[in-house]
């Protein structure tokens, strides 16, 4: 997946649509990675401008300010909300959920680094937790309404309760006790450690009333 936008979406936009969602993905990608590496607060627009190989002014062209660069990829709540799509029958939402997440673990070399570059990247700057808990909210909307059309009806308060219990289990993720949880530990065991955590944390999540 090219940023937010999949091979196949990729491959069927027009040419110069095409140039666009690379030269967007590449600035993304630079971004998050200089700011797992550095901190938010480290790393300039200039310096990720020249990580993804692109001008300041064609940075700007994309993101309007370098807060924006720090939530600009939606993948995570795609692959969360795919994952309860495509669930088999009989398995909860939030077993959907941990399941994708314990994916993601495993397809890291290392996941107690990748939970310190998300702390290093994101957790440690004043300059955007306003913008963390406006991600969490804005997943919540979206996990809300999935579940609504899921049910073919409007949305209801329980299903509002569900979606925060659901957006939970990733969000304690990258909380500091999941730092805490795999500090210091090898990858064969922070691994299993965190996905214990999940499928905990999904059996803790009560279904919607």
Avoid at 23 to 40: D, N, S, Y
Avoid at 51 to 65: E, G, I, P, Q
Avoid at 173 to 189: C, F, I, N
């Amino acid at each position: 997946m090219v940023g937010s936008v999949t091979p196949d979406q990729l491959a069927a936009l027009p040419l110069r649509e095409r140039k666009k969602a690379l030269t967007r993905a590449a600035i993304v990608e630079a971004a998050q990675r200089l700011f797992e590496e550095h901190g938010f607060d480290n790393v300039t627009v200039a310096e990720i401008a020249d990580a993804a190989n692109v001008s300041v002014k064609t940075l700007f062209v994309y993101f309007r300010a370098k807060e924006e660069l720090a939530f600009a990829d939606n993948q995570l709540i795609e692959e969360i909300i795919g994952a309860m799509a495509a669930r088999k029958p009989g398995t909860t939402h939030a077993e959907a959920v941990a399941a994708e997440l314990v994916a993601q673990v495993r397809a890291q070399g290392d996941p107690a680094a990748g939970v310190e570059g998300f702390h290093r990247g994101y957790g440690q700057s004043p300059a955007i937790q306003s913008g963390l808990l406006r991600l969490w909210a804005d997943y919540e909307d979206r996990v809300t309404a999935f579940l609504a059309a899921e049910a073919g009806t409007d949305p209801t308060p329980a299903m509002r309760l569900h979606a925060i219990q659901l957006v939970a289990i990733p969000r304690t993720l990258t909380s500091p006790e999941a730092r805490a949880l795999v500090d210091g530990l090898p990858p064969e065991k922070g691994r299993p450690a965190l996905e214990r955590w999940l499928r905990q944390a999904a059996r803790s999540v009560t279904a919607p009333g």
